[in-house]
């Protein structure tokens, strides 16, 4: 088991910045990548972002390809997500999780962040 300790979020305004950061805990030894997702009522989840924990391969949703950032203290298990000129449709919770596969199959994810864009 991992376990995700996420911070970060918060309110902002439309064209501001946030950094969301997820410290993993516990079976980590076993991570072939770490990865951002997010989710609003109703909608199911979406994966956004991750990364190949030993380096060299992302990938980014269309939806924040260039805008937003993934990276990774791999000597701290923590993860951050660093998020640009957002949109009021990049309000939702936010979740990181681990894989033990490949960049897009996640068997877990932490609590969730709230991110809201508003003017």
């Known amino acids: 088991q991992v376990q995700f300790e996420t911070s970060g979020g918060g309110v902002v305004q439309p064209g501001g910045s946030l950094r969301l950061s997820c410290a993993a805990s516990g079976r980590t030894y076993t991570t072939y990548a770490m990865g951002w997702s997010r989710q609003v009522p109703g909608k199911e989840r979406v994966l956004l972002a991750a990364?190949?924990?030993?380096?060299?391969?992302?990938y980014y949703s269309d939806s924040v390809k260039g805008r937003f950032t993934i990276s990774g203290d791999t000597n701290n298990n923590t993860v951050f997500l660093q998020m640009d000129n957002l949109k009021p449709e990049d309000t939702a919770l936010y979740y990181c999780g681990s894989s033990d596969l490949d960049l897009y199959s996640y068997y877990s994810w932490g609590q969730g962040t709230q991110v809201t864009v508003s003017s």
């Open positions: 990364m190949k924990w030993t380096g060299g391969t992302t």
